[in-house]
Nanobody, 124 residues
Framework: QVQLVESGGGLVQAGGSLRLSCAASGLTFSYARGWFRQAPGKEREFVAAISWNGGSTKYADSVKGRFTISGDSRENTVYLQMNSLKPEDTAVYYC??????????????????WGQGTQVTVSS
């Protein structure tokens, strides 16, 4: 059974940094991992994705240059380093996984497994 558990959310001032973690269990190789976020009253949106071997990454335009996705294959954990945070980054952040081969899906419907989410709040 696949389980994804996020951690690292919290309250931070604008311009600050946070690092989110997503620990996975039950995943085999070849799973792409992604981060999504959902603000109140808005749809869940893609943030970043990383291939199963860490060789490829993809980012939403809104976070390029500020967020970095990385992975630790030994611990089956994916991280999202978020720098220069803005109030508009406030949302519940979810990690997700899908058997994607070499692709990096960006659609919510393309991911099979989801974590419970962690709240990130950026104050102005």
């Amino acid at each position: 059974q696949v389980q994804l558990v996020e951690s690292g959310g919290g309250l931070v001032q604008a311009g600050g940094s946070l690092r989110l973690s997503c620990a996975a269990s039950g995943l085999t190789f070849s799973y792409a991992r992604g981060w999504f976020r959902q603000a109140p009253g808005k749809e869940r949106e893609f943030v970043a994705a990383i291939s199963w071997n860490g060789g490829s990454t993809k980012y939403a335009d809104s976070v390029k240059g500020r967020f970095t996705i990385s992975g630790d294959s030994r611990e089956n954990t994916v991280y999202l380093q978020m720098n220069s945070l803005k109030p508009e980054d406030t949302a519940v952040y979810y990690c997700a996984a899908t058997f994607a081969g070499g692709r990096l899906p960006t659609g919510v419907g393309e991911y099979d497994y989801w974590g419970q989410g962690t709240q990130v709040t950026v104050s102005s």
